[in-house]
């Protein structure tokens, strides 16, 4: 499976961006899909991830700002980001885990290359 991310960008602090995720095959549809991110000179971090079935679960940072969403007739796995700061500044990476339900970074087993958002303040 290939995962293709876009749609990063830069914005202004407050401002909103939509990321889309396009998986290459329907493989995806069943299978719990997350996105992720790394800020210069910090780890990898969970930011969002949507069982097979819709249910989602949110890092803490980023919960009642960023909705993720899937459309699985496209393969596709979007975040809306709204409210951003400085402090989301990263790439982001979307992944496909190996289950139908989020089972954590370690079950992710296939990764796109990722998307650059950069939140200006």
């Known amino acids: 499976v290939q995962l293709q991310a876009s749609g990063g960008g830069l914005v202004q602090a407050g401002g909103s961006l939509r990321l889309s995720c396009a998986a290459s095959r329907r493989t995806s549809s069943n299978n719990a899909m997350g996105w992720f991110r790394q800020a210069p000179g910090k780890e990898r971090e969970f930011v969002a991830a949507i069982n097979w079935n819709g249910d989602t679960y949110y890092a803490d940072s980023v919960k009642g700002r960023f909705t993720i969403s899937r459309d699985n007739a496209k393969n596709t796995v979007y975040l809306q980001m709204n409210s951003l700061n400085a402090d989301d500044t990263a790439v982001y990476y979307c992944?496909?885990?190996?289950?139908?339900?989020?089972?954590?970074?370690?079950?992710?087993?296939?990764w796109g290359k990722g998307t650059l958002v950069t939140v200006s303040s």
């Open positions: 992944a496909v885990d190996r289950k139908a339900y989020y089972t954590g970074v370690q079950g992710m087993n296939y």
